[in-house]
């Protein structure tokens, strides 16, 4: 069996990463658990019925591992949907089971749970140093596609396709590319 031709090209780092150590750090950065506590206590928070939850900057790892399943959910998968909110409020720094029962139990409503819900994975899936999504603007995503209301297409294709049953559709012409 021959080894990967890629096994011994390990990039490596200048070794004065290695060397120094930078002002200000110390052993509890060399200590993930404590680390990442300090890193949550320190993100911005937000209002939610009453809960001051952390602005999500991540989502489970299922998640970013299987975006398609989250991002296919439907009001059918109540259950996932459940699921999948605990595990996001528990990464933002909040008990999620404790606080989605508290909201249920104080009227939490289906709108609200889904502008929470979209909120929380949007924002948890932001590429680092990008802004929060506000609720405003998840609140437009989630009413764009309630059901009865057609998603914007977002692509030509898509576009044609939607006017064709509009019945609004041109004839089809064909071009040919020369170049």
């Not at 699921?83 to 933002?92: I, S």
Request: aromatic letters at 6%; glycine letters at 8%.
């Amino acid at each position: 069996m021959t080894p990967h031709p890629h096994a011994d090209s390990v990039a490596e780092l200048d070794a004065s990463f290695y060397d120094s150590v930078p002002d200000g750090e110390t052993t509890t950065d060399h200590d993930f658990d404590a680390w990442w506590s300090q890193r949550v206590a320190s993100r911005p928070t937000t209002q939610i019925l009453g809960v001051a939850v952390p602005i999500p900057t991540q989502v489970p790892a299922e998640i970013m591992l299987r975006p398609g399943k989250a991002l296919d959910l439907s009001s059918d998968d109540a259950d996932e949907i459940q699921r999948l909110l605990v595990l996001m409020l528990d990464l933002a720094g909040v008990d999620g089971q404790v606080t989605l029962d508290g909201w249920l139990s104080d009227g939490l409503g289906s709108e609200q749970l889904l502008i929470i819900f979209t909120w929380a994975l949007i924002n948890g899936m932001r590429p680092p140093g990008k802004p929060a999504v506000s609720f405003a603007r998840v609140a437009g995503m989630v009413e764009d596609t309630q059901p009865g209301k057609a998603p914007e297409p977002v692509n030509r294709t898509g576009r044609r396709a939607a006017s064709r049953t509009a019945g609004t559709s041109k004839p089809a012409t064909r071009t040919r590319r020369t170049g």
